[in-house]
């Protein structure tokens, strides 16, 4: 897997970010993905789960609170599915998208934006 556009992000400039920050740009990633759930975006939307999956390593890398690394890390296993399965599946992808959004306060406060009242 090679995400080539976060490629040279490094841990240190990750870091320059606040966890809302990094959560968010995360969310941008899964917000590009619900536009591509085509069959003939599915090259596309694993690129974006790759940018996904390399910013949610570069989280758990630069955070060391066990409880945070532990959550990102089921998270992001729900990605990594996402990734391998055969396909895009809109119903999962919104669901993790959703479970993303309620890691920190500013980003809890996207949903209203996204699903309305169907939070």
């Known amino acids: 897997m090679a995400a080539k556009q976060h490629a040279s992000l ?13 959560i968010l740009m995360i969310g941008n990633e899964m917000n590009r993905g619900r536009k591509l759930m085509d069959p003939s975006d599915e090259y596309r939307l694993k690129n974006c789960y790759e940018r996904v999956l390399r910013l ?21 296993e729900l990605v990594a599915r996402l990734y391998v399965q055969a396909g895009a599946n809109p119903h999962e992808h919104d669901s993790a998208f ?22």
Do not use: K
Request: hydrophobic letters at 35%; a positive charge.
């Open 10 to 22: 490094t841990e240190e400039r990750w870091s320059e970010f606040t966890l809302d920050q990094q």
């Open 56 to 76: 949610v390593d570069l989280t758990i890398g630069v955070h060391h609170r066990r409880n945070l690394q532990r959550e990102l890390l089921r998270w992001r």
């Open 98 to 119: 959703r479970c993303l959004l309620c890691f920190t306060p500013a980003a809890f406060q996207q949903l209203q934006y996204l699903y309305g009242d169907r939070q």
